[in-house]
């Protein structure tokens, strides 16, 4: 028997997909349509078989999957999909009971009254909020009045309806707004998640967001600046309202940083106040500053650049971080980059140099106060440098001579290897890197070994008969083959 059904659905979800098919495809001919079976028959055997308690699981997924593919035209199969939405166990939830709810989205219009009644049962509310989010448009104006239920069970659904309908929820953005002042905390999240769903198309709920980041609390604090930062420059209006809780000593850590990250996406105008909160106390708090600046790219570099002359360290090490993290956009820092290397506080020097290298070769000025970093006390700064020389490239051409002196000299394994990777970027096609990078072959250190090798490839033709001769030696044959294979011409791949 279970052989015959399994044959019977089989054939129907044939027909079913058959049936989608001809329809999107505008099928006319009047014997394509008489061969296909009759739609109300298929959706009458494929709902026998998808409500069978003793058929397969897998063959009453099919059955619902046929009646997905058939779209409006298994509408009066909706009633029996509601009931079969119903929570099961594992096996029931994953082949009947998701399904069905795919089938209710895919129906559409049909679906919406009927889903918009089930959000008030606790057992299927989320599932009717997915099915309606993924009707969308359809399904708005019914969710908008669902908002103004007496259920709260029913509006947080609602609200939840229209976060995963996203753009397609802005004309529900007034009864949104309206909703942040509901008594129920669920209620309110769910409003206030939508509401960034939407994004810009939800600047005129900025003013209702600003006045519940005043009074709400402090999880709704945090999810009203994400969707504040969703929104974007549209709601630039709230910029006043997060600094002063970016201000507040006395607000949670997490929320301002939130704050910051919101700030950070709301354009120009969040520079100033920004740059200004490098300041905070909280080490958390300035980290996601720095980002939030990062974030606003070029338009931060002014205000960035000011920072690097602060009285406070803190500031002008975060500054400086920043730019590194805007990268080529911040060119117009490099002068005031390079006066930062000279900075009494360490942090400072290396984040400078850390930007100066990801700027790249734009800051080809810069080279002169890098090569003198190389001299630096602090090896963190030393790395920086060696790291923003090699970034510059070729442009970087004239510290060779003392990065192979570094790479010679140096004591720390990481500073060697990261000196063989800067020589073979800064030194291409320069014969004197060579011999310094073939000795590095010999690097008690594996990273500084790889490191000369992948230098040497880069440094390209004038490395060639050196690494062949390497290639005779025991100590450095292995790295000296895997390079001159590396440069070996590429064969281009056979059609």
Not at 330 to 345: C, G
Not at 365 to 383: F, Q
Not at 440 to 448: F, G, H, R, S, T
């Amino acid at each position: 028997m279970k052989s015959e059904t399994r044959v019977l659905t089989m054939v129907v979800v044939c027909l079913a997909c058959a049936a989608a098919w001809t329809a999107t495809a505008g099928e006319t001919d009047a014997a394509g349509k008489a061969a296909l079976a009759d739609p109300a028959a298929q959706v009458q055997e494929l709902v026998r078989v998808a409500k069978d308690p003793q058929a397969d699981p897998k063959e009453r997924q099919k059955a619902i999957q046929g009646l997905q593919q058939l779209r409006g035209k298994a509408a009066t199969a909706i009633p029996d999909l509601l009931e079969l939405m119903k929570p099961g166990d594992r096996n029931y939830n994953s082949y009947v009971r998701a399904p069905a709810r795919e089938a209710l989205a895919a129906i559409g219009a049909p679906a919406v009254e009927p889903l918009l009644k089930v959000l008030a049962d606790p057992e299927r509310s989320e599932d009717a909020e997915q099915a309606l989010g993924r009707i969308g448009k359809e399904a708005i104006a019914g969710l908008t009045t669902a908002l103004k239920d007496g259920n709260s069970l029913v509006r947080k659904g609602a609200a939840g309806a229209l976060a995963r309908a996203g753009k397609a929820a802005a004309p529900a953005v007034p009864a949104l707004a309206s909703l942040l002042k509901d008594p129920e905390g669920e209620v309110v999240a769910a409003a206030i998640a939508a509401l960034g769903k939407v994004g810009p198309d939800a600047a005129a709920a900025v003013p209702a967001l600003v006045e519940a980041l005043k009074t709400g609390s402090a999880q709704h604090r945090v999810a009203i600046a994400d969707t504040l930062g969703m929104i974007g420059p549209a709601a630039s209006a709230a910029i006043p309202a997060l600094v002063e809780r970016l201000a507040d000593t006395k607000e949670a850590a997490a929320t301002r940083a939130a704050i910051a990250t919101a700030l950070g996406k709301l354009g120009p105008d969040s520079v100033a106040p920004l740059v200004t909160m490098l300041k905070s106390e909280n080490e958390e708090v300035r980290w996601n500053v720095a980002l939030a600046l990062a974030n606003l790219g070029e338009a931060a570099v002014p205000g960035l650049v000011a920072a690097l002359a602060d009285t406070n360290a803190m500031v002008r090490r975060y500054a400086a971080f920043a730019l590194a993290k805007i990268g080529p956009k911040a060119k117009d820092a490099v002068p005031a980059l390079v006066e930062a290397i000279k900075d009494k506080e360490p942090t400072v020097r290396r984040n400078a140099a850390d930007a100066l290298g990801r700027i790249g070769p734009a800051a080809k000025d810069a080279v002169p106060a890098l090569i003198r970093a190389l001299e630096d006390k602090e090896h963190s700064v030393k790395l920086a440098a060696v790291n923003a020389l090699g970034l510059l490239g070729e442009e970087a051409a004239s510290a060779c001579p003392t990065l192979v002196r570094l790479l010679e000299k140096a004591s720390a394994s990481d500073l060697r290897w990261t000196t063989a990777e800067a020589l073979g970027r800064c030194g291409v096609g320069n014969t004197a890197v060579v011999a310094p990078l073939i000795a590095a072959l010999k690097d008690e250190n594996p990273n500084v070994r790889w490191a000369a090798a992948q230098a040497l490839v880069r440094v390209g033709e004038p490395a060639i008969a050196a690494l062949r001769e390497a290639a005779k030696d025991e100590a450095t044959k292995h790295w000296a083959n895997y390079a001159l294979e590396q440069m070996k011409p590429k064969e281009a791949p056979k059609k």
